[in-house]
């Protein structure tokens, strides 16, 4: 079982749609959890970091269930512009602090 | 004038040849990290280092080697390459553990 897993998509929707992805991780001593948008050949940026209580920016919402060991990401009203690869990261406890990223979650927003 | 700086940002190499990327970082982050990326594989570990005088192997390190010159620049070779490490090539710095990355623009580097 890989550490992080995610659909790899595509997902198409279009403008206006609501979105949600998922992604589960194996290890339950997980700390720090992340989403990454990443355009198509350039780096990874941070979208978000991904807290206990859950948390909001604008029309991207990220929940954390420990229980079931999965994050999501909600977009609404999705842009053109949203159209990118989101990556879940989890941060994996040790004196190494050692990301594992998810191959991506591929989304495609239609006019 | 980017945070994490990768040079060169696109190399075409014959197999055998050796080969240096290099990044420097502006964020005064004691934590970098190379990762190479292949379509369906994501992000995978080649080697970090937390300071000058640290640095360990990642996931996948073999035929790859690291040096890190200040707490600003580390750099990564390929002493022969090979076409099997064709890929997108990402260093990143971490202030401190269960903190976020930030990334290079990545190196996209291809063995023929």
């Known amino acids: 079982r890989k550490e992080v897993e995610q659909d790899p998509g595509p997902f198409n929707v279009p403008e206006g749609a609501t979105v949600a992805f998922n992604c589960t991780y194996s290890?339950?001593?997980?700390?720090?959890f992340f989403w990454y948008r990443q355009d198509c050949r350039k780096e990874p940026k941070l979208l978000m970091s991904?807290?206990?209580s859950g948390n909001e920016d604008g029309r991207f919402t990220a929940q954390l269930n420990r229980a079931s060991q999965y994050i999501s990401l909600l977009i609404r009203d999705s842009k053109l512009s949203d159209s990118a690869t989101y990556l879940c990261?989890?941060?994996?406890?040790?004196?190494?602090?050692?990301?594992?990223f998810g191959q991506g979650t591929t989304l495609q927003v239609k006019p | 004038d980017a945070d994490v700086t990768q040079t060169p940002r696109n190399r075409i190499t014959k197999t055998g040849k050796r080969i240096m990327l290099e990044c420097s970082q502006t964020?005064?982050?004691?934590?970098m990290y190379w990762y190479r990326q292949d379509p369906g594989l994501g992000l995978r570990l080649i080697y970090y280092?937390?300071?000058?005088?640290?640095?360990n192997k990642g996931e996948i390190s073999d035929g790859y080697s690291v040096s890190r010159q200040a707490q600003a620049k580390f750099s990564l070779s390929l002493e022969s390459a090979i076409p099997n490490q064709t890929a997108l090539y990402f260093c990143?710095?971490?202030?401190?553990?269960?903190?976020?990355?930030?990334f290079g623009q990545g190196t996209r580097l291809t063995v023929v």
């Open positions: 990143a710095t971490r202030f401190r553990q269960n903190t976020e990355a930030f």
């Open positions: 290890n339950s001593a997980s700390q720090s």
């Open positions: 991904v807290y206990s």
């Open positions: 990261v989890v941060n994996i406890p040790s004196n190494t602090g050692k990301l594992i």
């Open positions: 964020k005064g982050h004691d934590r």
């Open positions: 280092s937390f300071d000058v005088k640290d640095i």
